[in-house]
């Protein structure tokens, strides 16, 4: 069983930068795939970065370029560097690793951007 717990979420202005954070309880070494996902009030939950264990990694189009996710196997955790920030980035982040064939979820963390 791992547990998620994501932090770093908070109050922005536009053009401001945010990294979260996501740390594992268990290892997450073996993860095949970590990623952070994003849902803002009255939308679908959709996925902004994925990072694979073999080193692949995407993001949705709107946040190219502005966002970077990485994973640190020794320490267990995930982050997510956003730098200019976008009124449009406000939504609850979620980090997801998936084990096999269990997927697990963190608690989210609440990122606002102010215009």
């Known amino acids: 069983q791992v547990q998620l717990v994501e932090s770093g979420g908070g109050l922005v202005q536009a053009g401001g930068s945010l990294r979260l954070s996501c740390a594992a309880s268990g290892s997450i070494f073996s993860a095949d795939v970590m990623a952070w996902y994003r849902q803002a009030p009255g939308k679908q939950r959709e996925l902004v970065a994925i990072?694979?264990?073999?080193?692949?990694?995407n993001y949705r189009d709107s946040v190219k370029g502005r966002f970077t996710i990485s994973r640190d196997n020794a320490k267990n955790t995930v982050s997510l560097q956003m730098n200019s920030l976008k009124p449009e980035d406000t939504a609850v982040y979620y980090c997801?690793?998936?084990?096999?064939?269990?997927?697990?979820w963190g608690q989210g963390t609440q990122v606002t951007v102010s215009s």
């Open positions: 997801k690793v998936d084990i096999g064939f269990s997927e697990y």
């Open positions: 990072n694979t264990s073999g080193g692949w990694k």
